[in-house]
């Protein structure tokens, strides 16, 4: 391999990192986001949530049984989380699996972070799923399948973008 071909390959790598890094600080700045499932006879349903997101991208957030996103992750456990800026006409894309979490020291976190996402976006630290009248409060993880990022406005100051990128980030 000549001295170009490695330094290209380090060039790619750092590419990488660096999309993977500015997504996931977009997702980190925007804990507000459409998540879509269907029903057990394939009619579409959305919803917004408040979320949380790892390193890896996977999602955590927080509803009640007897919600029509609950009763639908359970009977099909695929679901899409879109989160956009019109500022900066950038959106996020996260397909993956639904489960359900059931360690209750992870369920606190979810919680715990929905209470801080929810401060952070609105004007009360509390949530609205909290106002619904359902059932009892149930934490979900989505593990993500695929995540796209579009970017269709201007380049932030001091960083380089084409026009319309669309980022699909390998997994």
Request: glycine share 4%; hydrophobic share 40%.
């Amino acid at each position: 391999m000549n001295l170009l071909s490695m330094h290209a390959k380090q060039t790619d790598r750092a590419n990488i990192a660096n999309k993977y890094r500015d997504v996931h600080v977009f997702l980190k700045e925007h804990p507000v986001g459409v998540l879509a499932t269907v029903d057990p006879n394939s009619n579409p349903h959305a919803a917004t949530i408040y979320f949380a997101v790892d390193s890896s991208f996977t999602i955590t957030f927080l509803t009640k049984r007897g919600t029509k996103k609950s009763d639908n992750m359970r009977t099909h456990n695929q679901a899409m989380l879109v989160v956009f800026d019109a500022p900066q006409q950038a959106t996020t894309q996260i397909a993956g699996l639904v489960t359900e979490i059931t360690d209750q020291d992870e369920v606190h976190q979810v919680f715990r972070s929905t209470l801080r996402a929810s401060l952070h976006e609105g004007r009360s630290a509390v949530p609205p799923i909290t106002k619904i009248a359902a059932g009892a409060f149930v934490a979900y993880r989505l593990t993500p399948t695929q995540v796209r990022h579009s970017c269709y406005g201007p380049a932030p100051v001091g960083k380089r973008q084409k026009m319309f990128e669309v980022i699909d980030l390998p997994l």
